[in-house]
């Protein structure tokens, strides 16, 4: 059994009177691929945005390899904890390159000589190193998502969050992002997906869990939850999304 890297006890979140999160128990191991499936407004993203501290629980503890997250620096905790968005959240003013080198040259994980190479590399890797002095306004969504995926490996995280990164994209782009998740997660990074695409979580996933309103009511091997949904909830929201 691999160690736990991220423990959550008892997770709330509310926006005024709209409890969102209302006790969320989990934990991550390493290495370990989550998918979170749920319908829309259940939470999940939600969930992600806390643990990365875009949101600030209401209540509840969360540690990362021991430590409160709440205790850590905000900047240290998202060099261990990176996360790609919906709508790729890349700096419009700065170029390709501006936006992969911005962060891990001003936190000093490297000399801005060494984040270009590193960067160059990545965009190499995933063909778009002729984009390394464009605008993201001049990229495709499926580019700038891809782009977005490599900036949050310039920083070497531990665990990757992944928030519906393939919903904002045209369907010709979507298999480019997928199959780029699959190396990322293939190279053995611990990952939490949110996802809508349901063939890539049956294979992508070591574990799913469904959330809704505001609770994780299951969770399981990916066939332990496709093929045999125990509550009546997942039942109902299998056979819309599958069939």
Do not use: W
Request: net charge neutral.
């Amino acid at each position: 059994m691999s160690e736990e890297v991220l423990s959550i006890k008892n997770l709330k979140k509310e926006f005024g009177q709209n409890k969102v999160l209302k006790g969320i128990d989990f934990s991550l191991r390493d290495k370990e691929r989550v998918v979170v499936l749920g319908p829309s407004g259940s939470g999940k993203s939600t969930f992600l945005r806390c643990i990365n501290r875009m949101e600030e629980p209401t209540s509840g503890e969360m540690s990362f390899e021991g430590t409160l997250i709440t205790d850590k620096n905000i900047q240290q905790m998202r060099q261990k904890i990176g996360m790609v968005f919906q709508h790729f959240n890349l700096i419009n003013n700065l170029t390709v390159m501006q936006n992969l080198t911005l962060a891990p040259a001003k936190l000093k994980l490297m000399n801005l000589e060494a984040a270009e190479k590193k960067a160059r590399n990545l965009l190499r890797h995933i063909g778009l190193l002729n984009k390394a002095d464009a605008y993201p306004a001049s990229l495709s969504g499926g580019q700038q998502q891809r782009i977005a995926i490599i900036r949050a490996m310039m920083m070497n995280p531990e665990i990757l969050l992944f928030d519906e990164p393939t919903s904002a994209l045209d369907p010709e782009s979507i298999g480019d992002v997928l199959d780029l998740i699959r190396e990322v997660v293939d190279a053995g990074m611990t990952v939490m997906i949110v996802t809508h695409e349901m063939g890539f979580a049956r294979e992508i996933a070591s574990r799913v869990i469904f959330v809704d309103q505001g609770h994780i009511i299951e969770e399981g091997t990916p066939t332990e939850f496709f093929e045999h949904p125990q509550t009546p909830r997942v039942q109902e929201f299998l056979k819309k999304v599958l069939y």
